[in-house]
């Protein structure tokens, strides 16, 4: 891909490099953060690993994200819990050298023993003494759609999590707190349920061919145009998977020669398409924008290693909704630097698209922003749409560039034909277009749903990650015991949750992962916030410090009044 035919899709300047002579603000570290300025008489506790903002009048709103510090106590043993578990694995794989415990695991034979190693040591190790532990709180069956509520398939194992057996019987009823569910379309009745059956009878399951052979039907032409006009871009393009998307678009994208700058918490999909591409990554710190702008300014100050000469694109990654943290990206002080130092900006909105902003169109929605801002604009459709895979939206020179260039296009499998029918379906009734107010409905339902969520865990005690309007919402467990006991605890009282831990989060930050649905009424919500707290409270997981606000003492001056 040449320099010239990249620059002109993406229809910007090449970055040319130029002496700054600015200084950038300082950048506080605090827990709770405010974009807009606070009374001088407001403290908060001490925050983590979250930067203030260059320039809030770039907020129309306020911003607010907490992320609370570990507590010194809880983390010290949350290191001892680690090192003794890892003591005992190393004793119990000693046995099993010995034969004197039986191993499990798959491994490498005798005679391949010379040969390049299939399974990674700390990886198998980690598998075999640490995780088998607490695997049965994971890929337990779904048999029903996973909206409000599911049925789940029981199992039992006789080997400690090695191996499970099934017993036939399913627990119903099961309150579905960790699926992306967010604007409740994991149903099978409806207007969706409809449209899907008359498509599948129209066209059938599948198309068994590629976009540009035998596989290009009117049905995806007509998504495709739906997209855009939702996104409010010129032109859009769809994939049949939503992880290929990115992975398989970004190499089209930038080569050798261009640097992308890649927040640190991405998602692998956008890592591995980074690093299939062949460009320069650096990283920056997450939602850092100080960190940020050094590698910018850097980039254009100093060029290319050893030649340096000037970058032939910079391309920035970020994403919307971040799916571990439930943090939401800075979006208007992205833009701001992307226009600063002409770099360009891909936008992954896998989970902020339906669940974002006042009409459901994601976090450029959420912060009133201008579509045309955003040079490559990404999500996916199995969040928010109930349906499969993804897209990419922005001007029609770069949509027409991919259909040629990118593998996912050429090589891959069209879109489903009733997925597609269910994605048309679900966004048109976000859009208002099926002649009702149910999607206005289900945007204000999750928002409401989202901030009483939140509020109520804090009133209890919990830590929790995450920007006030996130529908991804993590509490910390910290300790690894508890994460397999908090997700058995609250299984046992009808609940299915997700839990988190390392090596998918930070050794000291595993958690639990909420996942807000506009299908939860609030009588099932109370339902939920009271287990978690009967099971909180059993497993000592109330580790904030958080102050809470003082009663005002006029009534009781009052009643001591009437007294005397």
């Known amino acids: 891909?040449?320099?010239?035919?990249?620059?002109?899709?993406?229809?910007?300047?090449?970055?040319?490099?130029?002496?700054?002579?600015?200084?950038?603000?300082?950048?506080?570290?605090?827990?709770?953060?405010?974009?807009?300025?606070?009374?001088?008489?407001?403290?908060?506790?001490?925050e983590k690993n979250q930067n203030g903002t260059h320039n809030s009048s770039l907020y129309k709103k306020p911003f607010l994200e907490s992320f609370e510090e570990t507590p010194l106590l809880v983390a010290v043993f949350t290191y001892?819990?680690?090192?003794?578990?890892?003591?005992?694995?190393?004793?119990?794989?000693?046995?099993?050298?010995?034969?004197?415990?039986?191993?499990?695991?798959?491994?490498?034979?005798?005679?391949?023993?010379?040969?390049?190693?299939l399974y990674q040591d700390f990886e198998n190790f980690y598998n075999r003494n640490l995780y088998i532990r607490i695997r049965d709180t994971w890929n337990i069956p779904v048999c029903c759609p996973p909206g409000a509520t599911m049925d789940l398939g029981e199992r039992l194992t006789f080997d400690y999590n090695w191996t499970f057996k099934y017993t036939g019987k399913v627990?119903?009823?099961?309150?579905?707190?960790?699926s992306y569910n967010y604007l409740g379309f994991a149903e099978n009745t409806g207007a969706c349920n409809i449209a899907d059956v008359a498509t599948t009878q129209k066209y059938g399951v599948g198309v068994s061919s590629t976009r540009c052979e035998m596989g290009n039907l009117d049905i995806h032409g007509e998504?495709?145009?739906?997209?855009?006009?939702?996104?409010?871009?010129?032109?859009a393009m769809t994939f049949g998977m939503g992880f290929a998307t990115n992975s398989m678009n970004i190499p089209a994208l930038t080569g050798k020669g261009c640097l992308i700058l890649s927040d640190e918490l991405n998602h692998a999909s956008l890592v591995l398409g980074a690093r299939l591409s062949g460009s320069t990554?650096?990283?920056?710190?997450?939602?850092?924008?100080?960190?940020?702008?050094?590698?910018?300014?850097?980039?254009?100050?100093?060029g290319q290693p050893r030649t340096h000469r000037p970058w032939k694109k910079i391309l920035i990654l970020v994403e919307g909704i971040?799916?571990?943290?439930?943090?939401?990206?800075?979006?208007?002080?992205?833009?701001?630097?992307k226009k600063r130092y002409k770099a360009y900006l891909y936008l992954d909105e896998a989970h902020?698209?339906?669940?974002?902003?006042?009409?459901?169109?994601?976090?450029v929605d959420y912060f009133g922003l201008d579509p045309k801002d955003v040079d490559i604009m990404m999500g996916t459709f199995t969040k928010s749409f109930n349906g499969a895979g993804g897209y990419i939206g922005g001007k029609k020179e770069l949509i027409d560039y991919l259909r040629c260039h990118s593998h996912s296009a050429l090589y891959a499998t069209s879109m489903s034909p009733p997925v597609a029918q269910q994605i048309i379906t679900a966004m048109r009734i976000i859009m208002g277009e099926d002649g009702t107010t149910q999607g206005a409905h289900r945007l204000r339902q999750l928002s409401e749903n989202t901030a009483y969520f939140r509020r109520k865990l804090n009133d209890m005690g919990f830590i929790i990650y995450g920007n006030k309007d996130s529908p991804v919402v993590p509490m910390m467990l910290y300790m690894p015991a508890k994460i397999g006991a908090f997700g058995r605890e609250m299984l046992k009282r009808n609940i299915g949750i997700v839990a988190v831990g390392f090596p998918a989060t930070p050794i000291t930050e595993s958690r639990a992962r909420f996942c807000i649905s506009a299908a939860h009424t609030r009588e099932v919500l109370d339902q939920v916030l009271d287990v978690i707290d009967e099971v909180?409270?059993?497993?000592?997981?109330?580790?904030?410090?958080r102050q809470k606000p003082r009663p005002s003492l006029g009534w009781m001056a009052e009643e001591s009044h009437l007294q005397d």
């Open 80 to 117: 001892m819990s680690y090192g003794i578990l890892t003591i005992f694995g190393y004793f119990r794989d000693f046995l099993r050298n010995w034969n004197i415990e039986k191993c499990n695991m798959a491994q490498e034979r005798e005679e391949q023993k010379d040969f390049v190693p």
């Open 352 to 363: 902020s698209i339906g669940a974002l902003g006042p009409n459901g169109r994601g976090v």
């Open 1 to 46: 891909m040449t320099e010239s035919s990249t620059n002109k899709l993406l229809n910007g300047d090449a970055c040319h490099r130029t002496s700054n002579g600015r200084k950038s603000s300082k950048n506080g570290f605090v827990k709770n953060h405010c974009s807009l300025q606070l009374p001088q008489n407001y403290s908060r506790p001490r």
């Open 171 to 178: 627990m119903k009823g099961i309150i579905n707190i960790g």
């Open 223 to 235: 998504l495709e145009t739906l997209v855009a006009r939702f996104l409010g871009v010129e032109s």
């Open 322 to 337: 971040y799916s571990m943290e439930g943090s939401i990206v800075r979006l208007p002080e992205v833009i701001a630097l």
């Open 536 to 545: 909180g409270d059993l497993l000592s997981l109330k580790y904030s410090r």
């Open 281 to 302: 990554i650096r990283v920056f710190k997450h939602n850092n924008m100080q960190s940020l702008e050094k590698l910018l300014r850097d980039a254009i100050v100093h």
